[in-house]
Nanobody, 115 residues
């Protein structure tokens, strides 16, 4: 019943920016923590960013200073602003909401960065 819908992403050149959004609907409980993961071909899934409460954000070192996670205006929504993109940022990006003791995932959205 809970559905996470991601939008944004696409193909850009190195140094450009993209903005990902994820909106959860149909949830019984609000999620206090939200995560963004990514998975590149041949690599393990990697935690990119997290937000706890309204604005307590954390980032993996690889994106620190370039990415920003924030809550959207809609209930149980989250945004990942990605600046100064690099080819190594190319991956499928997934939002993840722990809600009611269960993890819910977005469908995955492709980000491709060319040099």
């Amino acid at each position: 019943q809970v559905q996470l819908v991601e939008s944004g992403g696409g193909s850009v050149q190195a140094g450009e920016s993209l903005r990902l959004s994820c909106v959860a609907s149909g949830s019984l409980y609000n999620s206090n923590v939200i995560y963004w993961f990514r998975q590149a071909p041949g690599k393990q899934r990697e935690l990119v960013a997290s937000i706890i409460g309204e604005d307590a954000a954390g980032y993996t070192e690889a994106v620190s200073g370039r990415f920003a996670i924030s809550r959207g205006h809609a209930k149980n929504s989250v945004i990942l602003q990605m600046n100064s993109l690099r080819p190594e940022d190319t991956a499928l990006y997934y939002c993840q909401f722990p809600i009611g003791g269960q993890d819910y995932w977005g469908q995955g959205i492709q980000v491709t960065v060319s040099s």
